[in-house]
């Protein structure tokens, strides 16, 4: 395999522009699904997202913007989802072609409700994409920093190591650097727990109570991130 195929991202968010700039300065052209008609009439006429990181500017005769999603996933073989996790579900219900065939990526750090399930475990139970052909794309980043070339660590997971090296080489450049794991419900699991040790240490500052216990919560927040990984999918990892 030397190419990915047409490249989409589905999502009209920070992230999903960031996404966006990153591929298009690797790539010729991508596809851009947006849900909103008018989203993409305002994109058009302005050249930027015209409600997320607007001071990043685009050539929009190298994006096709869809907001049908069908024709999307029917044109492209590899698909970046960049929704927020709750309303995923709401964009796949106009779903009718199939997934399983197309590299699925998710960029979305969050639990999809309901099923309680990670987001490429939803992809794999709900439309049978097969494990080889779902990676995740996980930072930490701040999509604001990618926006200001800010220089930006990434990681791609897949089971397909040769997907995950493709999918890097789209994303590589001067200020972002990626790198490749086959550990995809590792980089999932740790996305969603990062979240929720943040808004504690958020909390502790607030409180003030001090660098002290900041390192007493950090130090004993990665030993339970690698006893729940080890749990859930127990695997040789290291998580620092």
């Not at 015209?50 to 698909?79: G, M, W």
Request: hydrophobic share 40%.
């Amino acid at each position: 395999m030397d190419s990915l195929g047409n490249i989409a991202v589905l999502g009209g968010g920070s992230w999903a522009t960031a996404i966006a700039k990153m591929l298009l300065e690797k790539n010729d052209h991508i596809w851009w699904y947006f849900r909103r008609d008018d989203r993409i009439e305002d994109f058009k006429r302005l050249g930027h997202n015209p409600a997320y990181l607007t001071s990043v500017h685009f050539d929009v005769d190298r994006i096709t913007f869809e907001s049908d999603i069908n024709k999307v996933v029917e044109a492209c073989q590899t698909l970046i989802f960049v929704t927020p996790s709750p309303y995923l579900k709401g964009h796949l219900k106009r779903l009718h072609v199939r997934l399983r065939d197309k590299l699925i990526v998710t960029a979305i750090k969050g639990i999809v409700p309901d099923e309680n399930l990670i987001c490429s475990d939803y992809f794999n139970q709900m439309y049978n994409v097969p494990e080889e052909n779902l990676a995740v794309l996980g930072g930490p980043s701040h999509a604001e920093e990618v926006a200001l070339n800010r220089l930006t660590y990434l990681t791609v997971g897949c089971s397909d190591l040769e997907k995950a090296r493709l999918f890097t080489k789209m994303l590589s450049s001067d200020y972002v650097k990626a790198k490749t794991s086959d550990d995809v419900m590792g980089i999932e699991y740790a996305s969603v727990l990062k979240n929720v040790y943040a808004i504690a240490s958020g909390i502790c500052h607030g409180l003030k109570y001090g660098d002290n216990f900041q390192a007493v919560l950090i130090s004993n927040a990665i030993q339970e991130m690698e006893r729940f990984l080890n749990t859930v999918h127990p695997i040789e990892r290291s998580i620092i």
